[in-house]
């Protein structure tokens, strides 16, 4: 063998087992980084799992949850269905009781038209009596006589004008009352109230004011409702405003309505005063004061008439400066209202 | 008897208001004939053909529309003058009334005496004073 050979032989041997030896600890290495990664991977690995076991149980509990809100669902289905059920019965009872009562508001109504009926009888033949003695009809009466027959007059008739009122408002709380709406000339329905009100207006030297808006067109309304409407109004203006006063009438038309106004310089309601105006049986201070007759029904009637034929009244005061009472009416009139009553008039 | 003396007759069950208002009628110069109910009156406005006739609605046994619709079926009474007064203010009774023929309906408390033969007198077209 040669020398060099065997010498070279093992250089090359030498080097081979030194490259040999590299590539293992290549090797070695490349299967310790590979371990590691498979650690690194398996604790991953782990790690997942413990994810999933906690994501299995989390959905495990959502799945019993939701087990649970079924049957919780379930259960108020359940309840609902008895409560739509216990509804429908209150909705039936309610029904019979609305109806029984509304077969008690006509009944309440029946009940006040015979009452004023059988009070009216009376009041009426005291009434004729009283007139035909200060018509010296039996003959002559002296004037102590007439001042006595007189007052006896006036309570009588005032007693008439409650039962009136308390008809009227039967009528208008329980909403049984008519409206048949013909074409009225409010002119004319201002002029004929006027008249009623002429010796009051005379005796306070009351200065009267009427206008009405150019080529205002006939309203088609119901003529009592709307006689009543201008009579309590000018009725409370003239009753209200001190002698020498002044009353304001006015009837314009806007786009929408026509628009009544009845303005006096009068006793004003106090401010404490004014919400109630409208309330029924209220009356203000000074208004009793002034006119301790006034039933305190007259504004609460008109009121509700208005609002219930479609129209709004409200008004603008200022204790002992005055009062101007405002109602609308749509232009195209008051709603037609099936009833069995009227209301009635003074 | 005066020829020139109106006739009136006047149906009413209440009698304190039927000698009242007969009173102030025979005062002003009528004659009156007085009745209580319906039949009572029918007969009467038969018999005696007032030139006018007030009839109340409410009235024991026989009523303002017993004595209404049977006046109508007489000749004469078709056309005979009517004004139905009462204190009770019914729009259907009103409209019933109204259909069957009436000059007019009278609320009585709202209606001084006077007033009522003022009323009589213009429609039979007699002389008012005052």
């Known amino acids: 063998m040669n020398k060099k050979t065997v010498i070279s032989t093992n250089d090359n041997t030498i080097l081979k087992l030194k490259v040999l030896a590299k ?10 980084v590979t371990a590691k990664k498979l650690a ?54 309610i029904e019979l009781a609305n109806k029984e009562l509304r077969s008690l508001d006509v009944a309440k109504d029946e009940f006040v038209s015979i009452a004023s009926h059988q009070l009216r009888t009376p009041l009426t033949a005291l009434k004729g009596y009283t007139g035909m003695l200060l018509d010296e009809d039996l003959g002559p009466i002296n004037d102590k006589q007439r001042e006595y027959l007189g007052e006896i007059k006036n309570v009588n008739d005032r007693m008439i004008d409650l039962i009136m009122a ?74 209200y405003t001190p002698n020498e006063g002044s009353i304001t009438l006015n009837v314009k038309k806007d786009d929408f309505n026509f628009i009544i106004s009845v303005a006096d310089t009068g006793y004003g309601i106090p401010e404490n005063s004014q919400s ?71 | 008897m005066d020829t020139l003396q109106k006739k009136v007759l006047i149906i009413e069950d209440e009698i304190s ?58 000749d004469w009474g078709k056309n005979a003058r009517v004004i139905m007064w009462t204190n009770s203010y019914d729009s259907k009774m009103i409209e019933r009334a109204k259909k069957i023929g009436i000059l007019d309906f009278m609320l009585k408390s709202e209606w001084e005496y006077r007033d009522i033969v003022k009323k009589v007198k213009e429609i039979l077209g007699m002389e008012t004073s005052g």
């Open chain 1, 23 to 32: 590539k293992k600890e290549n090797v070695r290495g490349k299967l310790v």
């Open chain 1, 40 to 93: 690194t991977t398996a604790k991953e690995k782990e790690g997942v799992r413990s994810k999933l076991a906690v994501t299995a149980e989390t959905l495990r509990l959502k799945a019993k949850q939701l087990a649970a809100l079924a049957k919780e669902k379930e259960s108020i289905k359940g309840k609902l269905e008895i409560t739509a059920k216990k509804l429908a019965v209150t909705a039936k009872e």
């Open chain 1, 166 to 239: 308390l008809l009227n408002v039967s009528r208008v709380d329980l909403g049984v009352f008519v409206v048949e709406p013909e074409l009225v000339n409010l002119e004319k329905v201002v002029e004929s109230i006027l008249k009623e009100f002429d010796m009051k207006i005379k005796d306070k030297k009351l200065k009267v004011d009427v206008s009405f808006g150019k080529d205002l067109p006939l309203i088609s309304a119901d003529l009592k409702i709307t006689r009543m409407i201008f009579q309590n109004l000018l009725s409370n203006a003239v009753k």
């Open chain 1, 276 to 346: 109630k105006i409208f309330t029924k049986l209220f009356r203000a201070d000074n208004a009793r004061t002034k006119d301790p007759s006034g039933t305190g029904l007259g504004l609460y009637i008109i009121k509700a008439t208005i609002e219930q034929t479609g129209g709004k009244i409200w008004f603008d005061s200022k204790e002992n400066q005055g009062s101007t009472f405002y109602v609308s009416i749509p232009l195209n009139g008051m709603k037609k209202k099936e009833g069995t009553k009227r209301l009635e008039l003074n």
């Open chain 2, 17 to 74: 208001i039927l000698n009242g208002i007969s009173d102030k009628f025979i005062h002003e110069g009528f004659l009156v004939v007085k009745a209580i109910n319906g039949q009572d009156g029918l007969n009467k406005a038969l018999a005696e053909h007032p030139d006018f006739i007030f009839v109340d609605n409410l009235m024991p046994n026989t009523d303002g529309f017993f004595f209404l619709e049977n006046l109508r079926k007489d």
